[in-house]
């Protein structure tokens, strides 16, 4: 078996707010191996977006990673840093959270990269599409001239405040350079971007909206990532734009070898891309496991009530849709209690349930875990909730 | 829209903003108080006199003949003569003009200069002393009334320290750098900026408190925007990331705000040119109000409306640079 580019272990982030303390992720596990695609799925405001971010070093105060470990495995950048900050490495691995900021963002667009679901608002009104790709692509020029070894060591900034003030008296001193924005070109025209020459000089505004989340894709692509993580790449787009997206991050992929941490609460994006899935809900991973297991053979609840809201449009006159009942619950830590998050509004909600949530446990495969007390013990309906439980304890938190 | 189109325009509606100030000028001065002739003449002059100047200055014609008269003269750049010096009032306010641009442009350039930097250190250690001591030095510098700090920074800076001179410039900056050009001297041109330096802060200092507010709110803005996020993804060193990014879009209000303070001030600061003794138009104009000069506050009115509209148009013409998304319209 191939040893994982990622292995995330115990990742926690919480963000720290005025009104209390909220666990976006709890104790997340994770693995994406070399050239894989790897869903995280969930509804809105599961955490699935943070722990993106949070790989990225992008969590934004108040925000906090509190624990944890996110190994990547580059024996290239391990040597480098070896010297200056062994605790964070293990043999190929680094962990990207033991390591200062400045290495972490000498990481991004090169080692990893993101595509976010707005393109529209993902790039700068003001400045054209081209330059905002031949920006990516100089930042990875400029880290292969400037080796990873010397800009791990030095804390000095590579690109200094006198050199922005002489880029805005000599447009030709600026960041960017000439080849980078003719690798720009070529990027687009990689995306499948018509008149990419053209289409270099023009703004966001103009382009349409899944022409633009291709400009995007380019630009992610631009720093030759080792991992591509796309944060509902499709969500706003036109359904029949979804599809093509999709299939291009699918050819780009078997060209390029980078592996895919797709983010979505779209199911059918999942079993069209994706390898391995991980049920996220409420911050934690409730279950995981590969395609064919989280479809065929979900073993938690929630999971099970996801495929259910799926629309069933090859059966004619058709099941009616099963929405899970009840909403999100809130993450903020003096309201979550103990109990398993999804006790509310699981159909088979026992007592046990409600003291303490089951760990991640077996089921079925090896690679097939469920964090319900349904797979690692089953079901005791002597032990169930008496209907209406909630409502009637005002929801128990 | 193209450019040439887009001035064109834009001048058409200048033209008519203009004509709307000179009429309504001219609709004042017709039903102010007072016999313009006797206030040139002085009270004791004689009704012979009086009439006979009445009569030669077009004031016993009917008002619409004094308008298209007016208006006539305005056209080819005749703006009369001053009822109490009797000079071209177009030579008097071109006069005046160096010395009010020099100061605009001087009170401009210390705010932008110290305003741009402290609002982005504000917005990006927010919540920090830095951060403190800039909204606190904003909060004073709007709430500090223009005479009081000039009056202050003569006492304190010109005649206690005495760092800087008080009292009117023996030298403009025309004449100082026609000398450093003739003779390579500059110590003409560092007396200008001895003599400069005191009216352009208490001038600036309002406008860079503004300036300071707006671009540390704008650069809160943008900050929390996405395509924040999406370009620190990319990786792109973070100085870029907000000095590139962030601050150029955070420019696109401080354009307006620029443009409309410089052509304010391109009516000379009234109170700081009589406190420092200024020789600009603002100097000027309190004169030809105090001396109920007519054709001279007319003069001196219109070119500021002229400056005021024509800076205007360059500021919207700099917003389609700043901002793609305004097209020239």
Known sequence: ?397 | MSIAKFLTKRLLQGIFVLWGVVTILFGLRAVSPGDPATLMLGEGASRELIQQVREAEGLNDPVYIQYADYVQGLLVGDLGYSWRSERDVALMVIERIPATLELALAATVVAMVIAIPLGVISATRRDTPADYSATLFSLLGISTPNFWLGLMLILVLGVWAGLFPTGRRPVGLGPAVLTLAETGSISELTTWIHYIALPAVTLGTYFTALITRLTRSGMIDELGKPYVTATEAKGLPELLVRYKHVLRNTMIPIVTVLGLQLGTLMGGAVITETVFNWPGLGQRLIDALDARDWPLMQGIIVFIAVAFVAINIAVDAVYSYVDPEVALE
């Open chain 1, 1 to 397: 078996m191939v040893d994982p580019i990622l292995d995330i272990e115990g990742l926690t982030t919480r963000f720290f707010t005025g009104e209390g303390q909220i666990n976006a992720v709890s104790d997340v596990d994770l693995t994406i191996n070399p050239g894989e695609t790897v869903g995280v799925v969930g509804e809105s405001g599961s955490g699935k977006s943070v722990t993106a971010l949070s790989i990225m070093d992008l969590v934004e105060d108040p925000g906090k990673i509190t624990a944890g470990t996110v190994r990547y495995r580059n024996p290239e950048f391990a040597a480098s840093i070896a010297e200056r900050h062994p605790d964070a490495v293990d043999g190929d691995y680094v962990d990207l959270l033991a390591v200062p900021k400045h290495v972490r963002r000498s990481l991004r667009g090169t080692s990893f990269s993101m595509i976010f679901q707005d393109p529209e608002s993902s790039f700068n009104p003001s400045i054209t599409v081209g330059e905002q790709i031949a920006e990516a692509v100089e930042v990875q020029r400029r880290a292969t001239t400037r080796p990873r070894s010397v800009s791990a060591r030095s804390t000095r900034p590579e690109y200094r405040f006198s050199d922005f003030l002489l880029s805005t008296v000599f447009p030709s001193r600026g960041y960017v350079s000439e080849s980078s924005k003719q690798e720009a070109i070529s990027l687009l025209e990689q995306v499948g971007i018509p008149d990419p020459e053209e289409r270099v000089g023009q703004y966001p505004h103009e382009f349409s909206g899944g022409m633009l989340q291709r400009a995007m894709v380019a630009q992610a692509l631009a720093g030759e990532p080792d991992v591509l993580i796309a944060d509902e790449p499709t969500t706003a787009l036109d359904v029949t734009i979804q599809a093509q997206v999709l299939e291009l991050l699918n050819d780009l992929q078997a060209e390029f070898g980078m592996s895919i941490l797709l983010i979505t609460h779209d199911l059918g994006v999942v079993a069209r891309m994706c390898e391995r899935v991980g049920v996220m809900y409420a911050g934690k991973i409730v279950e995981r496991g590969t395609v064919s297991d989280i479809f065929d053979t979900p073993a938690h609840p929630y999971t099970e009530g996801l495929i259910g809201s799926i629309p069933d449009i090859d059966t004619p006159g058709g099941n009616r849709l099963q929405p899970i009942a009840g909403n999100v619950p809130s993450l903020l830590d003096s309201e979550m209690g103990t109990r398993c998050a999804f006790a509310d509004r699981c159909p088979k909600a026992m007592q046990r349930c409600l003291d303490e949530p089951s760990e991640l446990d077996a089921s079925g495969s090896q690679s097939h875990t469920a964090q319900c007390y349904l797979v690692s013990d089953g079901y005791a309906e002597e032990e169930a909730l008496p209907a209406g439980y909630f409502e009637s304890s005002g929801g128990d938190s």
